[in-house]
């Protein structure tokens, strides 16, 4: 095995092998003001707001240049009512995957990027039973879509953990 520990440019520690995913727990906007709301729910895969926003848990996949290794963002969209319903149908149907895609509204903020990812549009591409559904990124000029595009470098994955890593630091000025 490759030895895949760093020195961190943030701490000046060294780390082990950097991760090659984040999750998020809640969408953004699972604030205690809809955590107290009676008509929301959150689970580990879906959440619903005062009983009228309607969020799914996906990755957003990167592929890491030079490796068969990908690196995922759990993310959560927000889906419409009716994608939402037929989506909570079918989430333990098999065969389920060869549903068409559906639109999303990116509802998770990454730290990581120079422009805000929150509202990306996306497409949600449902997965067999028991799996996160595959979240793209629509395919504009955004730095998250051109990296799931054209994937991203083990030097990019070792600097989105010195970032995350030490949340309380703020991120590098853009150029
Ligand atoms: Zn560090």
Same mark, same amino acid.
């Given at each position: 095995m490759t030895d895949l520990s760093f020195d961190c440019a943030t701490c000046g520690e060294r780390h082990g092998e950097p991760p090659l995913s984040y999750h998020a727990e809640?969408?953004?906007?699972?604030t205690p003001e809809a955590a107290a709301d009676p008509r929301s729910a959150l689970t580990s895969e879906q959440c619903v707001i005062a009983g009228t926003d309607f969020f799914v848990r996906g990755l957003i996949e990167i592929p890491v240049l030079g490796s068969q290794e990908v690196f995922s963002w759990g993310v959560w969209v927000s889906l419409s009512p009716a994608n939402f319903e037929r989506t909570d149908q079918r989430w333990? #149907?098999?065969?389920? #995957?060869?549903d068409p895609p559906c639109f999303g509204w990116l509802s998770t903020r990454l730290a990581?990027?120079?422009?805000?990812?929150?509202n990306l549009k996306t497409n949600v591409h449902t997965r067999p039973v028991g799996e996160r559904p595959f979240v793209e990124i #629509?395919?504009?000029?955004?730095p998250l879509a051109v990296e799931q595009r054209a994937g991203i470098t083990r030097d990019r994955v070792r600097e989105i953990a010195e970032r995350l890593l030490h949340p309380g630091v703020p991120a590098p000025s853009a150029p």
């Open positions: 809640a969408p953004d906007y699972w333990t #149907e098999p065969g389920r #995957e060869t990581c990027y120079p422009v805000d990812t929150l #629509e395919p504009t000029g955004h």
